[in-house]
C-alpha cells in the first residue's frame, strides 16, 4: 500500500498536468501576447487578453491600466519573463508560473491563471505576484 501511495505521488509531482502541449502553448501565447503588448505600450491590446471576469471588475480600459500600473508594475513593463510550471485544473481552466524580471531588474513570480473561453481562445483570468529575493543582470 505505501509503495502504490508513493507511488502515485510520484508520478503527480512528475507529471502535475495532463494538458496537451497545444493547449499549454496556446494558453502561454495569451500571456506572451499581454507581456509583449504591456512593454509596446500597446494597452488596448493587453487588455483584450483579459477573460470577461476581469473586464466585469475593470470595465474600462482606463480601470484595467489604474489596477496595472498600480500593482502590477513589473509585469506591465518587464524587462525579460520565461515560463515555469503549469498546472491543469480542469479541461477549460489553467495556472501558469511566470518568472518576470522587472524594470528595477529584480526577479518576481507571477502566478497566472487562464480559462479557455467559448470561442477557443485562452484569456487570463486573473494573476498573483511576489518579489523574489534575487536580483537578475
Known sequence: MRRTSALFVFLLVAFPALAGDAEIKAAQDSISGQLHAFRSGDDAQAYGY?????????????????????????????????????QEMSPTAIIQQVIIVGADGKDYEAVYTLELQPDGVWRITGVSLRASNSLST
Open 50 to 86: 483579459a477573460a470577461p471576469n476581469v473586464k466585469r471588475i475593470f470595465p474600462t480600459l482606463d480601470t484595467f491600466m489604474n489596477m496595472v500600473t498600480g500593482a502590477y508594475k513589473p509585469v506591465h513593463r518587464p524587462q525579460s519573463f520565461s515560463f515555469g510550471k503549469f
